[in-house]
């Protein structure tokens, strides 16, 4: 088996690397975006939470 050793690699092979933007996906979504939902998910969760507990204390009643 052949040793590979930082002298033995081929000096003249050109690496090509994308853009980097391109490394997560061409339709990367801006950071925004992801705060916009974090935001609505929190907002609904919480007026779902306030809707069970009205609808709880209507039954109790």
Known sequence: MARVTMNSVNQTEV???PEPGLA???KEAPPAVFIVVLVLS???LALFGALHI???RRRKQ
């Open 24 to 26: 997560r996906g061409i």
């Open 15 to 17: 690496v090509h690397r």
């Open 42 to 44: 929190v907002a609904l």
């Open 54 to 56: 009205l609808k709880s």
